[in-house]
């Protein structure tokens, strides 16, 4: 019975939507023609526009989410290069404190230090555990635990054991075996007691901590450097922006690699930050949940709701800290905001298509004669191809206005019309131009081609060397498929400069190619680097100096390459350097200057690199003045060829 009901109930639907459309459709037939228009375009118009509305706000909506992602994910990955930066710092700093021998002698000497060596420890190794604390200001403090009974403590950096912030440091040490690890603690500035109020004020720390080993590997202590949270880790642990929509959680690593919840990497004492944002008011062991059950890999992005409240959750792995870097963003703003302005337009788009109906019944009894005539005209010229049609609609309603705009399309598609038969007779002028031309590179290749083989005929190999040169020299300069070419072939262009150069000046020039092959297919303007090495041998290079060197070598610097093109030449002033370098800094250089000599290749191929690829590349001028010179192509980090992880081999610039 519920199925034959239910079969009764689609059949009376059915034919209920039927006996709707065929009365309206009988209705319809009966009405004007406006009526009929106005029907016709609220079911023509209103509909797509409608549906399109829809479409444009969920293509905003994934538009906004992947703005909102990418905006964030620079965040986060701006915040994870920081932390990995004070990591960096603080291993470096315990490093370079640990691997004085002079330090380890006085932590580990078990004789009993002379009044004599102590004075000497403090006046000459003590200030350079001193300049290495304040040469770093992030870095709050560098301490050195000491077991040796015989080490006598100097405030405030060596200590005995005795004084560790936390005892379980020195079973952690036995477990690490001179490896380092990492501690979060709370503790006093000041490890002496008795100290001032200020000095006794507990402070959160980051501390990276290391055993020190004596000879043979015994314990001889810890050293430990830390440095404050907010310092550490300023968008975790500092204080909030106000209306910030974001909050970002540092969570221990081991928790969801072993799935164990109960192991939290900090303490309900240490909080996560100092306050959380006042868009996010999530607990911290949904934090912690939510981490658990969604963390996949080294880094990611996922969504959830809490409390009604839509979220996008953002976390990266920290090396070294085994630890997952999280930033969750609340969506509720934003996407509230699209929500109202999607209804908003939807609502005025109906209004508008409403009032635009009422207002086009009523005048169209007034454009209907004209709109026909005008229809006519223009089935005239689209059968009959007549562009010299003349249309009789005039006056100052929408018709005409259409009517003139039509007169003035058909006088410019006249016009466009022989504007194109002129355009296709200067082409044909152009390409029978290159055509001549293309004939006469290929006749001075094949002339080149055959003195190269007359060369080796008669023996003269040095002389062939130099025609292969020429020709090679000859098709890069004269075949331009781009403005860009691979660093490959620039350098190839260089090796056949050298060698025709090497003919003048028998041989005295030297060209050393220090490139990995990663640099290799480096994107680069074509003819950057002749006009270098031309200017380097041209005003470098003294006859009377021992053979000329130049070498061309490059470096990454995060998404800048930096090809540099050295030479051993005489150098230039430092003066002239400036001048020079002021110089390429205007837009347009004036070579009459004194101190400009030489200076019109550099101009050309800094602005060409400026205007190509934005004004923060270009070149950079260094010298010596009697050793060397030194031209830097500042370019961006461009491959022409894709599939290959250029970065393992980019030499990074340090």
């Not at 720390?205 to 949270?229: D, K």
């Not at 049609?389 to 019309?417: Q, T």
């Not at 190269?452 to 003269?460: G, N, P």
């Not at 250089?589 to 190509?612: K, T």
Request: charged share 20%; glycine share 6%.
């Amino acid at each position: 019975m519920p199925g034959r009901a239910r079969s009764q109930m689609k059949s009376l639907l059915r034919r209920t939507i039927w006996q709707w459309m065929t009365g309206t459709t009988d209705r319809l037939g009966g009405c004007s023609l406006q009526v009929k228009l106005i029907v016709a375009y609220i079911g023509v118009i209103l509909i797509p526009v409608v549906l399109f509305s829809l479409y444009t706000f969920h293509q905003l909506y994934e538009n906004t989410m992947k703005d909102i992602t990418v905006q964030n994910q620079y965040v986060l990955d701006t915040e994870l290069a920081h932390i990995h930066s004070n990591m960096e710092i603080m291993e470096r700093t315990a490093q370079l404190a640990i691997s004085d021998r002079n330090v380890l002698h006085y932590l580990t000497e078990e004789r009993e230090i002379s009044s004599d060596e102590l004075v000497q420890f403090n006046l000459n190794v003590f200030p350079n555990l001193q300049h290495l604390l304040y040469s770093n200001p992030n870095v709050e403090n560098i301490r050195l635990y000491t077991n040796n009974p015989q080490t006598h403590e100097i405030w405030p950096m060596i200590f005995k054991e005795s004084r560790l912030p936390k005892a379980s440091w020195l079973k952690a040490a036995q477990l690490r075996q001179g490896k380092i690890w990492w501690d979060m603690y709370k503790g006093p500035k000041s490890l002496l007691g008795g100290q001032s109020r200020q000095e006794s004020e507990t402070v959160q720390y980051m501390a990276l901590l290391r055993e020190i080993q004596s000879t043979g590997g015994r314990h001889a202590g810890l050293v430990e450097t830390n440095m404050r949270l907010e310092l550490f880790s300023p968008r975790v642990f500092g204080i909030p922006q106000r209306n910030r929509a974001w909050q970002m959680f540092i969570l221990d690593g081991d928790d969801y690699s072993s799935r164990n919840a109960d192991k939290p990497m900090y303490s309900t004492e240490i909080a996560t930050a100092s306050s959380l944002s006042d868009s996010i008011s999530i607990p911290l062991s949904h934090v912690h949940h939510l981490l658990q059950s969604r963390v996949q890999g080294q880094g990611g992005v996922f969504d959830f709701t809490y409390g009604n409240k839509p979220y996008l959750g953002l976390y990266r792995y920290i090396e070294g800290l085994d630890a997952y870097l999280l930033n969750v963003v609340a969506l509720d703003g934003p996407l509230g905001d699209l929500r109202q302005k999607r209804n908003a337009m939807l609502l005025i788009i109906s209004m508008l298509i409403l009032f635009m109906s009422v207002i086009s019944y009523t005048l169209h009894a007034f454009i209907l004669k004209q709109l026909h005539t005008l229809r006519e005209s223009m089935k005239k010229v689209e059968q009959e191809g007549d562009f010299q049609l003349k249309i009789p609609v005039y006056g100052r309603g929408e018709v005409a206005e259409l009517a003139l705009y039509f007169r003035s399309l058909l006088s410019r598609i006249n016009g466009l019309i022989a504007e194109a038969v002129h355009k296709q007779a200067t082409a044909q002028e152009a390409e029978l131009l290159a055509l001549k031309h293309q004939i006469d590179s290929h006749f001075l290749y094949n002339t080149l081609e055959n003195l190269k083989m007359m060369a080796e005929i008669e023996r003269q190999y040095p002389l062939s060397d130099a025609l292969t040169s020429l020709g090679s020299m000859m098709r890069y300069n004269l075949q331009w498929s781009g403005s860009c070419v691979a660093l490959r072939d620039e350098i190839r262009h260089i090796q056949h400069y050298v060698a025709i150069m090497n003919i003048r000046h028998d041989n005295q020039i030297g060209l050393e190619i220090h490139l990995s092959s990663a640099f290799m297919e480096l994107e680069m303007l074509k003819m950057s680097l002749q006009p270098v090495v031309e200017n380097a041998i041209k005003h470098g290079w003294s006859t009377l100096q021992s053979p000329f060197s130049i070498t061309i070598e490059a470096c990454s610097k995060q998404d800048i390459i930096e090809l540099r093109i050295q030479d051993n030449g005489v150098g230039i002033s430092e003066e002239r350097r400036n001048a020079i370098m002021a110089g390429l800094a205007r837009t347009n250089m004036d070579f009459h200057e004194p101190g400009m000599n030489g200076g019109i290749g550099l101009y050309n191929v800094h602005r060409r690199l400026s205007m190509q690829y934005g004004e923060e590349y270009g070149i950079r001028l260094d010298s010596i003045h009697g050793q060397s010179t030194t031209v830097t192509l500042i370019l961006p980090r461009r491959y022409m060829m894709r599939g290959t992880d250029h970065d393992d081999q980019a030499v990074d610039c340090g």
